[in-house]
């Protein structure tokens, strides 16, 4: 399987053009379409306010919205222009409740989403700090987050899965099929006690089918947070992709993993592959 059809956030900060970089490189690689969506909240304001509000002032601020669409549109098209007729911009802007749903009905028939990493030091854009992680929970798509440091040109040579042999983590692996196939190196990782490892084992032994170069990598967690091993582990290898499962806060279990998802997200320094 490739990609063929990608959907990336656009939200006017200097995160999303790491994004809109990795998301043109995956689509030059995969001969795909790109969609290039601009997404940003306005602020509300209660309705007898609006009505009140000086024409004048009305006509400025639809100015501004239409100023910020034409400047987001005009530097995406220019990024992708390699792209050619493979290239398209879409603007959703609305009050942020709205966001949410807008985004997901324009992301669900495309075969994958690119979303930008927050950085923690800087605004949040108006769509809001989480947004990337409430897209992934609700799409039923595979979501590519991008770190705030960008992604290495041609990024997917080294791939670390993060397994821990349950649904979301299965289906993560299953979705990634395509990167999985077309690595250098892929590392399955497991962490903890118990059979961890034998399941680890047990899925390399299955890939070596998609790619020879697979191997397994199990480490005890010594009480450490997950996550932070996750990380580590990464850098240490040199991976340069993470596959993994995204969990939510539902269920007991899901509220444990739910935080490796949360910290993963704030942290990552590598893309990162997740599928809910």
């Known amino acids: 399987m490739t990609w063929k059809s990608l959907i990336v956030e656009i939200n006017e900060t200097a995160s999303d053009e790491k994004a809109v970089a990795a998301a043109i490189d995956l689509a030059n690689r995969n001969e795909a379409h790109l969609v290039g969506c601009l997404v940003a909240a306005e602020v509300s304001m209660p309705g007898y306010l ?12 639809n100015a501004d919205v239409k100023e910020v669409i034409e400047r987001a549109k005009g530097k995406f098209m220019s990024a992708a222009a390699a792209l050619g007729e493979r290239a398209s911009f879409k603007s959703l802007i609305a009050e942020s409740g709205d966001l949410l749903p807008e985004f997901l009905a324009l992301a669900r028939p495309q075969d994958m989403a690119i979303m930008a990493q927050r950085d923690a030091y800087k605004s949040a854009p108006s769509s809001g700090r989480d947004f990337p992680e409430n897209v992934t929970m609700a799409l039923g798509r595979p979501v590519m987050l991008v770190p705030y440091i960008g992604a290495p040109e041609g990024f997917g040579k080294h791939v670390m899965i993060a397994y821990d042999g349950g649904r979301e983590s299965i289906r993560a692996v299953s979705d990634a099929t395509a990167f999985i196939e077309g690595a250098d190196e892929v590392t399955v990782l497991t962490i903890g006690d118990g059979d961890r490892a034998q399941m680890g084992k047990a899925l390399v032994e299955a890939l070596k089918h998609h790619n020879p170069n697979v191997k397994g990598d199990h480490l ?3 009480h450490q947070p997950i996550a932070s091993i996750i990380l580590s582990r990464l850098a240490d290898l040199g991976s340069d992709l993470l596959v993994m499962g995204c969990y939510g806060r ?3 279990r899901e509220l ?7 910290e993963i997200f704030h942290s990552a320094t590598v893309p990162v592959f997740m599928t809910h």
Do not use: K
């Open 50 to 61: 609006a009505r009140e509000l000086p024409e004048e002032l009305a006509q400025r601020h």
């Open 256 to 262: 444990i993993l739910g935080g490796v998802t949360r």
């Open 220 to 222: 005890p967690s010594n």
């Open 250 to 252: 539902s269920r007991l």
